[in-house]
Every structure is written in C-alpha cells, then in structure tokens.
Nanobody, 122 residues
Framework: QVQLVESGGGLVQAGGSLRLSCAAF????????FGWYRQVPGKQRELVAG???????HYEDSVKGRFNISTDNAANTVYMLMNSLKPEDTAVYYC????????????????WGQGTQVTVSS
C-alpha cells in the first residue's frame, strides 16, 4: 500500500503561481509514475499532468506552457509548479501514483491523495 500526502494548495490571484507537493509513503518501490488530476463540483475529474520516474511527461492542453510536473525520486515526491494561474484553474487537485504511467493517464492509477483546494481569484 502507498499513502499520498498533498500540500501546497491555497488562494492566489490570477496570474500568480502555486506549487503543489505530494509525498508518497509505504510501498514506494512499486510506484513508477505520478500524476495530478483536478475536479470542480458537478464535473468529472480531469487529468492535468502525468510523469514517469524516468522523465516521460504528459500535460493537458490547457496547462501546457504554464504548469510543470517534476519528481524527486529519492524523496518519492512529485511536484507541480503552476504559473500564470487563471480562475478556470480553480479546483480540488488530486495527486495520483501508479506502477504504470498509462494507468495514470487513463484515469485508473493505483493510488489517490486526499485532494488540495486551489482557488484562483480574478
């Protein structure tokens, strides 16, 4: 089992930046990929970005060029730096982890974090 602990959400003005962090604990040797999803009330959870431990990345089109996902493999931590934030980025952001990057990208990762709220004011 793996536990994911997120931090870094909060309130920021449009155009600002936030960095989300997610630390994995437990059977971390089974994890080869991480990702971030987000969800707003009344809508489906959507993929924001995913990354394998060896560096392969994927971004949702609306965040390309603004968000950057990275990992500290030694610390079993994934980060997401969010720049040029827009009000439409407001959501609960969830960290995910999986054995395979594909399962992150297709919405079936092995593990989910508890979520952290990001609110962008206009």
């Amino acid at each position: 089992q793996v536990q994911l602990v997120e931090s870094g959400g909060g309130l920021v003005q449009a155009g600002g930046s936030l960095r989300l962090s997610c630390a994995a604990f437990g059977d971390t040797e089974s994890i080869n990929a991480f990702g971030w999803y987000r969800q707003v009330p009344g809508k489906q959870r959507e993929l924001v970005a995913g990354m394998s431990r060896i560096g392969a990345t994927h971004y949702e089109d609306s965040v390309k060029g603004r968000f950057n996902i990275s990992t500290d493999n030694a610390a079993n931590t994934v980060y997401m730096l969010m720049n040029s934030l827009k009000p439409e980025d407001t959501a609960v952001y969830y960290c995910t982890a999986a054995r395979l990057l594909n399962t992150v990208l297709f919405g079936t990762p092995n593990y989910w974090g508890q979520g952290t709220q990001v609110t962008v004011s206009s």
